[in-house]
């Protein structure tokens, strides 16, 4: 699809951390159609799990794979990389619509403002869209006691409780996907539609599980002129130059960790975990871990690697494929061949575990020797791995439900 302008629309996913943005993000590029897309995909922790599990739907990102900033979040303090990946996108890749995945602790207005205000971006982008996906089951146990949607302010600690973030994204999208459906019943459903449309009243509301939205109606190559003035997101940049006299206030905004008291651990080791010791610690998960997800390797004979996911009383673990190791050494050379970056070990290739948990308050040597008891031991490792009691899939593809929240209708 050629561009009728010199500009590139671009549309910004936000929502909280678990809400489904990245599964949207996948439909939207395998619903793409004759649109050349590319992805920036922006995660909290210094392994970007998000970008791994996008890469394989886009051909148009940078170095092999989607643009991916990490390690922070890109309505603060990774502003500046935010700028100058797509400015070099804009420069050197010919794509039809942008699309921004920010982390699940980003706030939208500093990401749009970044592409309306005056900058380098802006002179190569218009916005599009900026869409907020919304866990149906999350927002109702925020605000479903108390019937409507607000802001709380800072909490005994000094720091806003994650609700409010909740209410911000809200209040700046234009579309809005209430996801995960299926976890609440019909009354609660309605009921936090009910309160969305008080926060957005403009706002296109989706109803979804799975994040299944048909890219048609998330893909909006431009608004009519009146309606793209009067767009929700557009005021509230518009109130924000007058509330500044006019100044630029992208950088007047405070990182996420000080506001929300949200930090991350990284987990990273080369020695597999016994499958039925990983399954007790997964399915009992601290409740200051909000969000987790990465690779693991898991003892379970069959060579797998493992992509797990978990947010908030949710946690699966999916048979993602056959380690690269465990390949014929023909096809091993050619994989690293075309993954210039890929860490190799000696011993076992490719074979690793790395994980990243989100969360407040979160205790990080519990957790890290939490999960050093779920290793092999010495002796483990030299086992029959087969004879491991495995309650996890060995056939690719395959998706276990380790925890899931239940619900009464």
């Known amino acids: 699809m050629s561009r009728d ?16 943005k990245t599964t949207l993000l996948n439909h939207l590029l395998t619903g793409a159609g004759d649109r050349d897309i590319a992805v920036l995909v922006n995660d909290m922790g ?15 990102a940078v170095d092999g794979g989607v643009t991916e900033l990490s390690n922070g979040c890109i309505c603060c303090e990774l502003q500046d990389d935010l700028e100058t990946a797509v400015v070099r996108l804009a420069r050197d890749r010919d794509f039809d619509h942008l699309v921004v995945e920010a982390s699940g602790i980003s706030e939208p207005r500093p990401v749009a403002r970044l592409f309306t205000t005056g900058s380098q971006a802006a002179a190569r982008y218009d916005v599009a869209a900026v869409v907020a996906v919304v866990d149906a089951r999350q927002f109702h146990d925020a605000f479903g006691e108390a019937g409507a949607a607000a802001r709380r302010g800072e909490t005994d600690d000094g720091a806003r409780p994650l609700s409010d973030l909740l209410v911000e994204q809200v209040e700046f999208a234009n579309l809005v996907v209430l996801n995960k459906t299926d976890l609440v019943t019909p009354d609660e459903l309605d009921a936090v539609e009910e309160m969305v449309r008080a926060l957005r009243p403009d706002a296109e509301v989706v109803r979804t599980e799975q994040s299944r939205v048909d890219a048609e109606t998330v893909f909006r190559t431009r608004y009519d002129p009146a309606t793209a003035d009067e767009a929700g997101w557009k005021r509230t940049l518009e109130e924000d130059a007058h509330d500044h006299g006019g ?34 610690f997964l399915a009992d998960l601290p409740p200051t871990v909000v969000r987790s997800k990465g690779t693991c390797w898991i003892a379970t004979g069959a060579d797998q690697s493992y992509t797990m ?24 050379d050619a994989y690293r061949r075309n993954r210039k970056n890929l860490e190799w070990d000696a011993e076992w290739g490719d074979r690793r575990t790395e994980l990243v948990f989100i969360g407040r308050g979160m205790d990080e040597k519990a957790l890290v020797a939490a999960l050093d008891d779920c290793v ?34």
């Open 309 to 332: 996911g978990q947010a908030g009383p949710s946690v699966r673990m999916t048979a993602a494929g056959p380690w690269i190791a465990s390949l014929p050494e023909f096809e091993q």
């Open 46 to 60: 210094d392994i970007n799990v998000d970008a791994d599990l996008v890469s394989q739907n886009t051909d148009l």
């Open 5 to 20: 302008r010199d500009t590139i629309p671009v549309t910004i996913l936000s929502g909280s951390l678990g809400a489904g």
């Open 376 to 409: 092999l031991t010495d002796e483990e490792m030299t086992a029959d791995w087969d004879d491991f009691e495995n309650p996890f899939p060995t056939e690719t593809g395959a998706e276990y439900v380790v925890v899931e929240p239940t619900m009464e209708r």
């Open 247 to 280: 100044e630029d206030t992208a950088h007047d905004h405070a990182h996420p960790e000080t506001v929300y008291g949200v930090t991350s651990i990284t987990d990273r080791r080369r020695r597999p975990f016994h499958p039925k010791r990983l399954h007790a």
